[in-house]
Nanobody
Framework: QVQLVESGGGLVQPGGSLRLSCAASGSIFSVNAMGWYRQAPGKERELVAAITSGGSTNYADSVKGRFTISRDNAKNTVYLQMNSLKPEDTAVYYC???????????????WGQGTLLTVSS
């Protein structure tokens, strides 16, 4: 069974940095796009950043210039480097991936369980 496992969340002071990681494991044939979403208390889940298998990226306006998404295709892992963190970045961060399981003829979106980032002094 394929799963995504996030790591790297925690408590950070405003202006600080943190890197999130998300590794896909299981019987994976290929991974297409990967991305990070976040959901703050009382708000809807929103896209933070996404990256294609070829490395093209897009970002939410609120994180442009502060966050960087990258991936290691050999490890089926996606990263989110977050700099100049603000209290409004506080949220549960979820990764997702569009992937094909071995033996399947179709791709599907898979979600991680989420990791909490708190930005506070």
């Amino acid at each position: 069974q394929v799963q995504l496992v996030e790591s790297g969340g925690g408590l950070v002071q405003p202006g600080g940095s943190l890197r999130l990681s998300c590794a896909a494991s299981g019987s994976i044939f290929s991974v297409n796009a990967m991305g990070w979403y976040r959901q703050a208390p009382g708000k809807e889940r929103e896209l933070v950043a996404a990256i294609t298998s070829g490395g093209s990226t897009n970002y939410a306006d609120s994180v442009k210039g502060r966050f960087t998404i990258s991936r290691d295709n050999a490890k089926n892992t996606v990263y989110l480097q977050m700099n100049s963190l603000k209290p409004e970045d506080t949220a549960v961060y979820y990764c997702n991936a569009d992937l094909i399981e071995t033996g399947n003829g179709y791709s599907e979106w898979v979600w991680g369980q989420g990791t909490l980032l708190t930005v506070s002094s």
